[in-house]
C-alpha cells in the first residue's frame, strides 16, 4: 500500500479512470499522485496504438509510445486526484459497471 495522502479518498471503490489516448503524453503525474497504485507506465498497447487519430499519433510518437495505464483500475477510490493532476487533461472518471 502507498504511502501518499489518502484522506481525499473516502469514497466507496466504484469509480474507474479513464485516459484519453490522445492526449496522454506519460507525464506520470497520476503515478505520483494516485494514493491506490492505480497507474503505471507502460508501453502503448497495438490496439490503442492503432486507435490514435492525428495529433495523438504525433504525441506518441515523441513520447515513445509511453502512456499511462490504470492497471489496478479495481483500487480506484474516486478521489479525482489523477483528474486534477493529469497536465494534459486526459483523465477522466466513470462509474464502474456492478459484476
Ligand atoms: S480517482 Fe484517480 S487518484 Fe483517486 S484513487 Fe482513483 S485513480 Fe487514484
Not at 42 to 62: I, N, T
Not at 64 to 89: I, T
Request: contains cysteine; hydrophobic residues 35%.
Amino acid at each position: 500500500m502507498s504511502e501518499r495522502d489518502r484522506s481525499a479518498c473516502h469514497d466507496e471503490a466504484r469509480w474507474e479512470p479513464v485516459i484519453d489516448r490522445n492526449r496522454c503524453e506519460a507525464k506520470a503525474d497520476c503515478v505520483a499522485v494516485c494514493p491506490y497504485d492505480v497507474f503505471a507506465i507502460e508501453r502503448l498497447r497495438p490496439e490503442d496504438k492503432a486507435a490514435l487519430r492525428g495529433l495523438g499519433r504525433v504525441k506518441a510518437f515523441f513520447h515513445g509510445y509511453q502512456q499511462a495505464y490504470a492497471v489496478r483500475a479495481d483500487a480506484c477510490h474516486g478521489c479525482g486526484l489523477c483528474v486534477k493532476a493529469c497536465p494534459e487533461k486526459a483523465i477522466k472518471l466513470r462509474a464502474r459497471t456492478p459484476g
